[in-house]
């Protein structure tokens, strides 16, 4: 099976998501795309300084939702404990994969990737994202 390549992304001023084809089809010049934003084919500046890009992992949690990079999830054990962290991307980090970092995770044990423990588990949930639900994550701390 084949992995679908696509994104999504988190507008920082207008606090709302949306597809990148709606980036596209808005009338921007690709070749227009510089550091400080861009300007559309009709001279108006864009805000692409403002755009988080997000892309999807590939993977669903247990209901069927696409999981997302920033997706915060929730990891439940087969004896019900739970844990709920972020979902990043790693390759800065010499590891080119998706996962959950370290850091919001409890005592457990892994041995392997633990967003795809948890797929293998069926016991991943998407409960939210940190643009919209950074409480979540301090209730975790």
């Not at 457990?108 to 979540?136: D, R, T, Y």
Request: glycine letters at 8%.
């Amino acid at each position: 099976m084949n992995r679908q390549i696509k994104f999504r992304a988190w507008d920082k001023k207008t606090k709302e998501y949306f597809h990148i084809s709606e980036l596209w089809n808005s009338g921007t010049n690709p070749e227009c795309f510089n550091f400080d934003g861009w300007t559309d084919n009709f001279g108006n500046k864009g805000r692409l300084k403002d755009i988080v890009i997000e892309q999807f992992t590939g993977l669903k949690d247990a209901n069927g939702k696409e999981i997302y990079e920033n997706d915060i999830v929730k990891y439940t054990a087969e004896d019900g404990d739970s844990f709920l962290a972020p979902v990043k991307y790693f390759a800065a980090d010499g590891y080119p994969a998706f996962d959950i970092p370290t850091a919001f995770i409890p005592y457990w044990h892994f041995e392997s990737n633990v967003l795809s423990a948890g797929m293998a588990e069926n016991s991943i949930e998407v409960v939210g994202n940190i643009h919209e639900n950074p409480e979540l994550l301090e209730e975790e701390k």
